[in-house]
C-alpha cells in the first residue's frame, strides 16, 4: 500500500500537471510555490541559469516584486548544486535545500525550497517535485519570452538569435553515451553551430563554422543545420549529409564556404564514423591522455563549394574503447590570443578538459569550465566564434 506521504506527493504532481495546462510561463513561481507548501514547505524559489552559466538568476514573481540578485554558480551552495547536479542543504535554524532541475542530463537551473526542519529521509520526494518543475520550464520556455529574457543579461545579436532558435539542448544522452557542446560569445556569435541527437541506439554529432562573423554567416549554419536534419531524419547517411549541405550552400547562399565534422557513433559496439569537410582534427582522449593522431585523415575541401555535389566524400571509421571521449572544436578555440599574443592551442584545451574531469567532473560541467577558461585567456573578448562538442561513450552504464 502507498504511504501517506507518497499519496500526498501524488496528489501534489497531478494538481500541479493539471494546473500548467491553464497556467502561462510567469505563473510558474505560484504553481511551484502552490505544490512546495502542499508537500509541508514553507516556501519556493525558482533560479534558471543564464545562457553563458555564470549566474542562476530568479524568475520573477508575477507580482512584480523585486526578484532579488542572481547567484553565482562557482560560489554558492545553489551553484554547486548547478554544477554537480546533487541536491544541496544549508544548516540553520530551518533549512534551506536547493534542488538542480535537470531535463533528462541537460542542466536548466535549481529550485530552493524552504523547510521548517531538515528533512534527509525525504529527499526523494522533493527531486521528484524538481523533475516535474524542469519538465515544465522547459515546456513553457518554448513559447515564453519571459523565460528567455531571464536567461539573458544583454540582447543578442540578430545572428546570434537565429543560430540560438536552431540549436539543440546543451546536453543530451543515454545510459551508454553523452554528448555535450558550448558556444561562445553567446550573444554575438556568427557562424559555428552544433548538432546531436540520439535515436535507435546511434548518437549522431556534427559541429559547423561558417565563414564570416555576420547574418549570412549565421544563415549559412543554420541552412546546414536544417539541411542535415532533414537528411538525416529521411534516413541519409553522412555522405548523403554532405552533398546535401554543400548542395544547398552553393544553390542559396554561394558566396559563403563552412568547416563541418558529421559523426555517428553506435552506442552498443562504440564504432565511430564520421565525415571532416576542412575542419580542425577532433582529438580522440583516453583516459588522461590524447591518442596522437587518432583521428587524422587526409584534409577535404569545405562544405559550400560544390565539390562534395560530384563525388562522395570519404567516411573514417574507428572503434572506441569503453571510456573514450571525442572532442570536436572550432579554430576560434585554438586560434584564440591572449594580450600578449599567445593562441590557446589544443595541449592548453585538453589539459583544461582532462584536468576538471579527473577531478569528477560531469561532461558539461567540465566544458563549462574549458569555455570560462577559454574566455579568460583572451580578456572575455572572443574575436572569433568558439565551439567545442565532448562525446563520452560508457557502455557500462556509469556516464551522466
Partial sequence: ?????????????????????ADGPGDLPGLVEEAVRGLGGTGARLFLADVQQRHLVPLPEPSGADPGEPLDIESTLAGRAYRLRRTQFSAGPSSVAWFPLVDGIERIGVLRVSLPRPVPDA????????????????SKGAFSDVIVRTTRD?????????????????????????????????????????DHSVAGGRLHLSVFDAMGHDLASGGASSVALAACRSTRRAGGDLAAIA?????????????????????DLDA????????????????LIRGRHV????????AELPLGLGFHEHGQQPVHHL?????????????????????????????RLTDTLVRHMAGGEPAPEALRQLIHALLAHQDHRLRDDATIALVEWHPDGRGE
Fill in 1 to 21: 500500500m502507498p504511504t501517506c506521504d507518497e499519496k500526498t506527493l501524488g496528489r501534489v504532481l497531478a494538481r500541479a500537471l493539471v494546473r500548467s495546462r
Fill in 123 to 138: 529527499v526523494i520526494r522533493w527531486e521528484a517535485l524538481a523533475t516535474v518543475v524542469a519538465l515544465l520550464v522547459v
Fill in 154 to 194: 544583454r540582447p543578442m545579436s540578430l545572428q546570434a538569435e537565429l543560430l540560438w532558435a536552431f540549436l539543440p539542448p546543451r546536453t543530451i544522452g543515454t545510459r551508454d553515451v553523452t554528448s555535450s557542446a558550448v558556444v561562445e560569445p553567446a550573444y554575438e556569435v556568427g557562424g559555428d553551430a552544433f
Fill in 243 to 263: 552533398q546535401t549541405i554543400d548542395r544547398t550552400l552553393c544553390r542559396w547562399i554561394p558566396d559563403r564556404l563552412l568547416t563541418a565534422v558529421v559523426a
Fill in 268 to 283: 552498443a559496439t562504440g564504432e565511430l564514423a564520421w565525415i571532416n569537410c576542412g575542419h580542425p582534427t577532433p582529438l
Fill in 291 to 298: 591518442v596522437a593522431e587518432a583521428l587524422q585523415r587526409r
Fill in 319 to 347: 572503434r572506441l574503447q569503453p571510456g573514450d571521449r571525442l572532442l570536436v572544436y572550432t579554430d576560434g578555440v585554438t586560434d584564440a590570443r591572449s594580450a600578449t599574443g599567445e593562441t590557446f592551442g589544443e595541449e
